[in-house]
């Protein structure tokens, strides 16, 4: 048989039982058996005495025929007298010689009496001296052996009682757990042989099998999260990064068949350059979109102020947005004290204002705000009044290397939105894509400092919470 | 200069040994970080270029500790295939005093060198800079260009600034986001030429020569030479 933890748990009570009953049964045993010995023995010395009178009052003939008297009254075996003379010769009483183990010393013995032929009886006797004769007054134990026999076997039976109940109880537990160890020990070998979308059975109540299943299903999702996000990022890796490899490859073949002059040459080596760069450039974008997915970075939070952030980025990005007449507005109310990853918010605010800029029109208008929301988290909002996402777009955007109708044409590789919303989702809170009619309104909420004092607000899950999409209020933006 | 290269890739070595030579500089290599230790404490450089990941049981960052434990101030350049930001900066809390990620630009390798070796000769932050006949008061922050006043937005005078610093060197766009804007990661769009050419307006556009150039495949420059 296995080792199970249910049965040995449940042996281990029995044992205990067991102690328990035998530490209960020994003093009521010992204390029973010496009072029981001292009446008896109490008893045995009133007879003697009672015999000793007789012999007083009617010499010894007297005695004798008392004791002949009451030998013939008793019920056999109950009670045993002996009188015998100086030398151990019997002279009346119910028995046949001197026991020969028992000395003709007065006194109290415990001993074995051939009693009328029924063979060796253990037997209670009190010897006593009655002028020269000797005295012999027993009780056997057989009375008494019965209660004894009882006793024993009462406690052997509570014993066995125990032992089965207690065996049973803990083969029936093992069989109990065993069969919902055995089918998580299913479920998660189904997992280990690459089906991850298994879970553990749960049921309603919440024992502490069905509580440990319910986190190690927790953990299961986000495992599942997160190697759907590797399985996504090496699909993608292998889909976009052919692209660019495929005409650096031709750039180069080509180069190598035609063999043109060396200006040309030098024109093509360094579009070659270009293009490593490029892909080295998504690789880049790549790692780091695996890194904030793996949760690595949140070692890096620091308290800052969301404004501050926001103005920078807006400061950084000015003279392009002037360079392409559009016009760059920032607000924002005070300070507000946040909790993030400096280099990883500003690349993310940085990729909000350029998708902002590559899409807002000509004399268009982007907003930057911060706004410190009821419980202090910052709301970055990133507004443009470009041709804005379509709904149906909406949850496309947020994915790696996907690249609306609108953005053909303009450089990117596609992966700026994932990479906001890998941020908001490392800082537990979601990216929000609203209408703007026209134009997009991208939302990001950062929580508050928690040690700033302001807020008093749970940081929200990190539950991912890919798109939320607003009720298209008016129609969607071409 | 002379300059310690520490890298195990054959290749990567001869590349960089070669564009070294050409710009100049006398190299010496080691392959491994015991050689790269044991030159690196018995002989004087300029600038050492360390490789993190080595090959043996002495590793990139290990020996830039034990040189500043033994008081070397010679400045390192920390190359390294990983590039994420905590990489970096562990890089950097190790001692070293600059970081590139593999793969790199030589140009962008060239251009943080000879910022490393300008730094470790002293800066005198209070001094004033002066390119031709460009001016620059950091205590003041007046600037001048001949006998006009150019007036800058803090981020341009900082920039001018880093710009100066380094005048007669290359300095490369990453360079400029990291130590002007603070900036760790690649904004994708040519910002800072946006950011540089608004400058270029402010101290070159009304000016006979030029004295802020690009620098093809590489960066900027602000120079008075030809």
Redesign the interface.
Known sequence: MMRSSALSLALGYVALGIIALILFAAPLWYAWQVTIAESRQENLQMDAQRLSDVYRRDGADGLKSYMDTRVGMQIVGERILLLTDAAGRPLAGNLAAWPPKLPLAPGNYDTEIDLAGRGNQSALVHVASIGSYHLLVGRDNLLFKPLQTRFWYGLSAAIAVLSIAGVLIGLITRQALLSRVDSIRRTVSAIIHGDLQHRLPTQVNDDELNTLSRTINGMLDQIELLVHGVRNVSNSIAHDLRTPLAELRSRLEELSLIRPSPEETYAEI?GA?AD??RV??IF??L??LA?IDAG??R??FVSLDASDLAA?AV???E??A??KDIELRYSAAGPVLVSGDP?LL??AL??LI?NA?KYAPKKGLIQVAVRRLEDGSAEVSVCDNGPGISDAEKGKVVQRFYRGDASRGT???GL?LSLVQAVAKLHGSSLELQDEAPGLRVVLVIPADANAGIATRVVPSAEPTPVKIAPATLAPSP | MKILLVEDNERVSQFVIKGLQEAGHTTDHASNGRDGMFLAASEPYDVIIMDRMLPGDIDGLAIVEVLRKTGKRTPILILSALSEVDDRIRGLRSGGDDYLAKPFAFGELLARLDALHRRAHGVDKERPLTVGDLHMDPLTRKVTRGDRHISLQPREFKLLEYLMRHAGQVVTRTMLLENVWDYHFDPQTNVVDVHISKLRQKIDAEFERPLLRTVRNAGYSVTADD
């Open positions: 360094d350059v490593v760069d080295i450039r880049d974008a790692l780091r890194e690595m970075r070692s890096g920078s400061e950084f990005y003279p392009a002037e360079l280099v500003a690349q940085g990729n350029d800029l450089p990117g590789v700026g």
